[in-house]
């Protein structure tokens, strides 16, 4: 078992695994990128995710030079090479090697590179969040917009940095309007008077899969869910708050700015009570989409053709 990396189709090691010192991605975050888990070895909402890697590709006009079941294919190779159990996929594209360090595109000559990284996976389901409102502006959808999934991260990183210097896991940014956005790698749902809010995708904000799957599941659930601009005081006086993504699933708050939101008995964070009785439900929904959906067109796809390069 290894932390593998499949650059161009090369399997190796992720430590022996190197780029070109020109290449775009290192030099200026010229790049795409996906991530997602497995379950019982075959990969969660792989179709959403290679429909939202073609569009992160459309946005920064990126032209993906490999089909879907090549790459399909070379995924499979490299979780059969690292025989893991349930695994952690990284699918990065750059641009590829410029001729020179200069940010024109015209420089960008040869084809995009494709490093897909494979580590075991460590789900941090139900894992307790104490989330921060930090100051850092989330980035303007006019200048770097948050739908495209790019591998440029730097105004995630500050941000989560400014959190962690306040004593939380996780931020949560504002946009210039004022509104919630998201956290730094994850989407937020709020329980305001009974029904599930979750900013929407005008606020500037990445389309998460997860956040796409729950707003399907939570009516399924019994429960009521909307897409709306929330506030930073709907989201202090919220009944209850988690966080999406794909390696954590829900994540419950337990801590805002400090502020502890529903301890148990013995005054310690814990999740929500509604956020509680999802987690499970949530888990169940997950693996019955997997054999319904994932694992049939998984099947598909690799019997498909496209024999790696």
Known sequence: MANLCNIDGLISPETDARIPVLDRG????????????????????????????????????????????????????????ARHGDSYVRIVVTRGAGDAPNIDIAYANSPPCWVLMVRPLHLATGK???????????????????ASKSGNYLNNVLALREAQQLGATDCVMLNSDGWITEASTSNVFALVDGV???????AGILAGITRSSLLEFLPQAGQRVEERHLNR???????????????????PVTQLNGRVLHPDEAGNPAAGPVTAKLLPSFSE??????????????RTLLGSGGASS
């Open 26 to 81: 290192s030099l200026f975050g010229d790049s795409i990128y996906e991530v997602v888990r497995t379950h019982d070895g075959v990969p969660l909402f792989w179709p959403e995710h290679w429909r939202r890697l073609q569009a992160s590709a459309a946005a920064i006009a990126m032209e993906l030079d490999q089909p879907e079941a090549t790459i399909a294919r070379r995924v499979a190779e490299t979780l059969a090479a």
């Open 196 to 202: 599930w809010c979750t900013p929407p995708l005008t």
């Open 128 to 146: 307790p969040v104490h989330l921060a409102l930090v100051d850092r502006l989330r980035n303007d959808r006019r200048a770097l917009d948050p």
């Open 285 to 298: 929904h997950l693996q019955r989409w997997r054999i319904e959906h994932d694992a049939p067109h998984w």
């Open 233 to 251: 005081e709907d989201l202090m006086s919220a009944d209850e708050l988690f966080l999406s993504s794909t390696l954590r699933d829900i994540g």
